[in-house]
């Protein structure tokens, strides 16, 4: 993830005040305004926020809070008010989406500020980010693949490898990471479960249907494992997805798979609940956000056949897996 120039409103602006003499992480962020902190306990405010996260954060996540901590830094400080971040997040020249990057960084940013945990000592009531409304964002309907499309994506793949990759994201709705970085021991081939490690470095169990369990098999037989499962990085298995989306068509990418995982359970009557644990989400706004492409059709399916049975039999039970009445 790079920061890009054009995010904010006037770039000379931002430069003509990135001047710090301080070095070390101010170098990272970029300088900071001087009305925020006195220098010293400037530097100390963002070292201390960046070693507050979460052990295990992701690299990525910690570039994430940088990257953009340091373009809003004419914001960042113990005496901004919220007009000032309104009208900063207001004067971006860049989408909604992007604002919103913004204001969630800056939203985690304060509420550390201002609890116990940052050791300031500041009011909570106080907490500028309270009086600023998030900018709204276009709900977009990501892509999602039908079982059939999987399937001809397996088809279509080069070799048991791929065809096990492909299959194995769609069952099991792994992460890009997660899938690059299974070790053959992590693998409970009886109850067919994979122990992952999750985002936050935490450790979650992924399933996986009988067709990846031939292919995973299949390709162990083929290839002589060292330490990983496979002969490719993370980086590897998206060239392979991006070849795949080429000659096909069709989207392929990890985060089209973890959708098509949500929206064929959703489309099959999993409850969100469940598909929530299976798919290790922390939330189900989450699961919403990853079956919006499920159309209300795709519930009147599930509908007809149980008001139907309900119909003939006022104490009947439907069995969602077996698709009937009991």
């Not at 940052?118 to 500028?128: D, I, V």
């Not at 021991?185 to 009886?190: E, H, M, R, V, Y």
């Amino acid at each position: 993830m790079a920061c890009l120039k054009g995010q904010g409103a006037d770039e000379s602006r931002w430069a003509s005040r990135t001047s710090n003499p301080l070095g070390g992480i101010n170098s990272v962020f970029g300088g900071f305004d001087s009305h925020a902190l006195p220098p010293v306990i400037s530097h100390n405010l963002l070292t201390n926020f960046l070693k507050s996260r979460r052990q295990g954060l992701s690299s990525r996540s910690i570039q994430f809070y940088s990257c953009y901590l340091g373009l809003a830094h004419s914001v960042v400080g113990v005496n901004v008010i919220g007009q000032e971040i309104t009208q900063f997040l207001k004067s971006l020249q860049c989408s909604n989406g992007g604002k919103h990057a913004y204001y969630r960084t800056l939203r985690v940013f304060y509420n550390w500020l201002y609890s116990p945990k940052s050791g300031y000592k500041l009011n909570p009531q106080n907490n500028p980010i309270l009086a600023v409304d998030a900018p709204k964002v276009e709900k977009k309907i990501l892509p999602s693949l039908t079982s059939e499309q999987v399937d001809y994506l397996i088809e279509q793949a080069m070799c048991v490898r791929d065809k096990a990759i492909i299959s194995l994201f769609a069952h099991s709705g792994l992460r890009l990471s997660e899938l690059a970085n299974i070790k053959p021991q992590n693998i409970d081939w009886d109850n067919r479960l994979i122990k992952a490690v999750c985002k936050g470095n935490k450790e979650g169990l992924a399933p996986f249907g009988e067709r990846t369990e031939l292919l995973l098999k299949d390709w162990m037989s083929r290839y002589q494992v060292n330490g990983r499962l496979w002969d490719l990085d993370a980086w590897g298995i998206s060239e392979m997805l991006k070849q795949l989306r080429v000659r096909t068509g069709l989207p392929c990418n990890a985060h089209t798979f973890r959708r098509t995982f949500a929206c064929v359970l959703a489309k099959k009557g999993i409850d969100s609940l469940h598909i929530m644990r299976l798919g290790r989400w922390e939330s189900l706004a989450m699961v919403e956000r990853y079956t919006r492409s499920v159309r209300f059709e795709d519930s009147l399916n599930l509908y007809y056949p149980i008001i139907s049975c309900l119909s003939r039999h006022a104490e009947c039970s439907y069995d969602f897996g077996e698709g009937r009445c009991y």
